[in-house]
């Protein structure tokens, strides 16, 4: 395994785990044409996929994605027995299969809670995956495992998380879980629910208004100062 390709899956899942929470042990999701491309070049998945994404992995598929391999025949024998040595996951398509494409869309809905991984050579499948923010796609090149660079969705996502404009429902949760532990809840509550007392009159519109004197007329005040002079004389 080359250091470079190393470094290069160290700072992709670097990403994943700090922007998305994923943790060990990561769960792989892989469908037939995976499958069929490690039995082509000889990859053993088991053995060096933990080795590629630095820690322990649980490799898994549907039953749908076995059901397609079954009804592909003989061409696809080798894939199918590889994909039945994987955890089969449950999907919703117990009575009605569906494509091994259709399937794995289908488990990663709703932000990927199961921090899927996506192992796919289906170039449409790929497609449709870097349309979903926080889903990391694994595909082979050559005898080579690749783990893809972040979708420009995902990194649209995280850069809305950065600037406070998104929060993801599980975060929200754990905000008021956190919230409740600490009691802040509560606190901002009773914050709300003070009003502000209604303040007392502005004491200036208190004062008396001074009479306005009809033009013409004197104040009786001066009329009396007059009377006097006229008696002093």
Do not use: W
């Amino acid at each position: 395994m080359g250091v470079t390709r190393q470094k290069h899956a160290k700072k992709i899942m670097g990403f994943y785990k700090h922007s998305f929470q994923f943790r060990e042990p990561f769960q792989v999701l892989l469908d037939g044409t995976f499958c069929q491309a490690a039995l082509r070049n000889k990859i053993q998945i088991r053995e060096q996929l933990p080795g590629y994404l630095g820690g322990a992995a649980q490799l898994c598929t549907t039953r749908c994605v076995i059901k397609e391999l079954e009804s592909l025949g003989k061409a696809l024998y080798g894939a199918k027995l590889i994909a039945q040595r994987f955890e089969v996951r449950k999907c919703s398509h117990h009575k009605d299969p569906v494509s091994g494409s259709t399937c794995l869309l289908s488990m990663i809905e709703d932000g990927n809670p199961h921090h899927f991984f996506i192992a796919t050579q289906d170039q449409d499948l790929s497609n449709k995956v870097k349309k979903k923010p926080g889903v990391p796609l694994l595909f082979i090149i050559q005898n080579t495992m690749v783990l893809d660079k972040p979708s420009p969705k995902s990194l649209a996502f995280v850069q809305k998380l950065q600037t406070n404009q998104l929060v993801p429902e599980y975060q929200k949760q754990s905000i008021v879980e956190l919230k409740e532990k600490e009691g802040l809840a509560k606190q901002e509550g009773e914050k709300r629910r003070k009003r502000k007392r209604a303040g007392g009159p502005n004491p200036l519109s208190c004062l008396k208004k001074k009479k306005k004197t009809p033009e013409g007329q004197e104040p009786s005040a001066q009329k009396k100062k007059r009377r006097k002079r006229k008696r002093n004389r």
